[in-house]
């Protein structure tokens, strides 16, 4: 802020400031992304500190610059021909930065609304990404940090929005709000929330998000993983629910082992496969059994062998629980 608390002016109009450019250039400070010299450059996250002017408009991005530069990380997040870790960790930094210049300059409205959903949308959907390849780039409370920041941000720009939550951007926005709630699931105060949000996600979306997590928090697995698979396919929706999956499958498993205790009740694959939410095909699901130490016989599993201590010490990190 300037002078008295007053509002920075930005006036960047690039991804990048020409100042800084020249900078990271001349001293070879270029992400791998970045060393060719037709690419564009985006602003790079820094953290305060004496000597460093964070406050000067020529060092800040207009509203335009910072959606520009949204748009052009979650295109280059989007290339498959990269590896993962790189183009993460570009990523994931400069949309750090994007959240600085936000803050700095006091961006507010409709224009800091759509920049935090973007955040949203990346931080949401690449975290199943990272887990599901165990990428070391990825720090998970770095992560939920930003999540939380991104949310935080989002809902206190939303209290001074109206909507119509039948245009695209509504449908996006509200759909936004159902990952918020799916997100803090494991809250008591996520059924409240998704109540708050009602005329936002619409009677169809909210009737959705509010069954998933109500079945959540009673340990319905079988009824969880029915609902969750009405939802689109590898979406925002259901990448919102990876957290969910380890929890639920695991007390699923127990439940299973104490709802049949008798030592002949055999139960077939298909069926304990549908329960926790694979495919009745799905070789995942056989991978699954086994970081938990579940024996097959005969196509079939024993509830009564289930060892209820190995199921319950089963790494919450592991992928094969993450699998949609």
């Known amino acids: 802020t300037g002078p008295a608390g007053s509002k920075v002016v930005p006036q960047c109009d690039e991804m990048c400031p020409a100042?800084?450019?020249?900078?990271?250039?001349?001293?070879?400070?270029?992400?791998?992304?970045?060393?060719?010299?037709?690419?564009?450059?985006?602003?790079?996250?820094?953290?305060?500190?004496?000597?460093?002017?964070h406050g000067n408009p020529e060092l800040l991005r207009t509203a335009d610059a910072l959606e520009l530069s949204v748009e052009y990380l979650i295109d280059t997040f989007g290339r498959e021909d990269l590896p993962f870790g790189m183009r993460f960790t570009f990523v994931e930094d400069r949309l750090r930065a994007v959240r600085q210049d936000i803050t700095i300059t006091r961006l507010s409205g409709e224009p800091a609304l759509r920049l935090f959903e973007k955040q949203i949308f990346f931080l949401i959907t690449s975290e199943y990404k990272a887990r599901i390849e165990r990428s070391k780039a990825f720090e998970a409370k770095l992560h939920a940090t930003a999540i939380e920041e991104c949310f935080q941000r989002w809902s206190e720009l939303l209290s001074t929005r109206d909507v119509d939550v039948e245009s695209s951007i509504g449908r996006f926005r509200g759909q936004v709000a159902a990952v918020h709630c799916l997100k803090r699931a494991?809250?008591?105060?996520?059924?409240?929330?998704?109540?708050?949000?009602?005329?936002?996600?619409?009677?169809?979306?909210?009737?959705?998000?509010?069954?998933?997590?109500?079945?959540?928090?009673?340990?319905?697995?079988?009824?969880?993983?029915?609902?969750?698979?009405?939802?689109?396919?590898?979406?925002?929706?259901?990448?919102?629910?990876?957290?969910?999956?380890?929890?639920?499958?695991?007390?699923?498993?127990?439940?299973?082992?104490?709802?049949?205790?008798?030592?002949?009740?055999?139960?077939?694959?298909?069926?304990?496969?549908?329960?926790?939410?694979?495919?009745?095909?799905?070789?995942?699901?056989?991978?699954?059994?086994?970081?938990?130490?579940?024996?097959?016989?005969?196509?079939?599993?024993?509830?009564?062998?289930?060892?209820?201590?190995?199921?319950?010490?089963?790494?919450?990190?592991?992928?094969?629980l993450i699998q949609l």
């Open 186 to 320: 494991a809250d008591p105060e996520s059924l409240l929330m998704a109540f708050e949000f009602r005329s936002l996600m619409g009677t169809e979306l909210f009737t959705q998000i509010f069954d998933l997590i109500l079945s959540f928090r009673e340990g319905n697995s079988c009824r969880f993983f029915k609902l969750l698979h009405t939802l689109p396919t590898v979406s925002l929706l259901q990448s919102a629910c990876v957290s969910l999956l380890p929890s639920i499958r695991l007390e699923g498993l127990v439940t299973i082992s104490k709802a049949f205790k008798s030592p002949n009740v055999k139960l077939p694959l298909g069926v304990v496969s549908r329960w926790m939410g694979y495919a009745e095909d799905n070789v995942v699901f056989l991978l699954f059994l086994d970081a938990v130490g579940i024996v097959v016989e005969e196509e079939c599993i024993l509830p009564s062998k289930i060892d209820v201590d190995r199921v319950e010490k089963t790494d919450m990190n592991d992928p094969i």
């Open 19 to 53: 100042q800084e450019i020249a900078f990271r250039r001349e001293n070879a400070l270029l992400h791998p992304l970045e060393k060719d010299f037709d690419v564009s450059l985006v602003k790079e996250y820094t953290r305060p500190a004496a000597g460093c002017d």
